[in-house]
């Protein structure tokens, strides 16, 4: 009987050994074959990023990579809803998704050291905008009412426009420089920023630009999208044509202030109106024939178009879908490469040279590094290259003065 039990304890310690053996092949097989990509969302809380998901873990934006997420936020009463956002997450069982953390963004400075791509939502001017544009809507409908009154029609009633708001932008520059400079020193080489913070995009690319130095300032780009695609879904709803069809339309200049909506080169591609071009590409601005639209209209609907969204939308939250749709398929064309010739808006740092503006015979303007939203072409992470832009006169000088007041607005020396 003890020669029994002495071979049975002698067979399960063969079995433990075994299985650990076992185990410890598959973890080291595990991490052979996993493919990590780490992506930091700052500013989690902000109601866009919900819209991201799931298509963020899709294998269209991030192919044969398994997504390690980070959500943080500064606002401490705000993790217990990130924890249920992460919950979410989970039970999405998404095929690439791995694992999910919830933390303060200024916790520990290392948990930034493995990204590959930081999002930076984290809005400055956020609840203030919120604010701003809930007493304006309050005000237009009391104006609303006392038209009715009146019985005033709608094309009597005077147009509605809301106050502009006044930014303290050297607060909000300090607040993120000091966001820079706690991520920078864990920062790898190859991480990317992508700076989606829609109300402090300029003010937040500016900061970041000039104080982090650890990664290339090509990889710290300003989301120019949503202006971009907002103004192409105007030509689109004119010529009856998906906004995907159409093309190298640029938002040029201060995504948060003054900039030019440059038509000089936007294409309809597969256009089957009464023109049809199924093969090749048609001038957008002939074919609208419209020059007062291009000219005056779009411009105007563009920069109304916020405020229009927060007066229809229950919630009345602020381009929510809108600026998550634009975030994804930004980070889809900057990660994998647009993999088609035309050329997009993004906000970087680049010289007025390579924009072709040194011919502008202006000495304060020939070769300096300005930050604003450029045209780029989009050939995969490394090669974000801004291109020559391709004026007109009147929109070359329009631009030469929004990047002097830009110089003033946002020096912060």
Known sequence: MSNTSTLFRSIADENVQQYTADLELNRQYIKQTVNPYHICIIGADHPCAYALFPDLMSSKLFPNRDIYLQLTTHDSAKLSSLQAIAMEIEDLACKQFRSIEVCLQDKNKSSYENMDLILILDDYFYEEKEKHFDASFTEKTRLNKEYDE???????????????????LKSAYNYYKTLANHIQTSLKPTCGILLACSNSIMIATQAFTKTIKTIPTNHILGLARTVENQAKARI??????????????????????EYIIDTNNCQAVDYEGAIWAQTFLRNSTEMLADSKFIREVIQKEVDEREFELYTHVEHNRTLVQTQARAILSFIKDWINGSNDAHSYSCVMSCSSSTLGLIETNDDEQADKTIICSVPVLMKGQDEILPIDLNLSNDNRTAFIRILKDMQMKYKMD
Do not use: A, S
Request: proline share 5%; glycine share 8%; hydrophobic share 35%.
């Open 150 to 168: 009146q019985n005033l029609f709608t094309d009597e009633r005077p147009q509605f426009k809301p106050e502009k708001m006044k930014y303290d």
């Open 236 to 257: 689109g709803k004119k010529l009856f044509l998906d906004i995907k069809n159409v093309v190298d339309l640029h938002i040029v200049g201060d995504v948060n202030g």
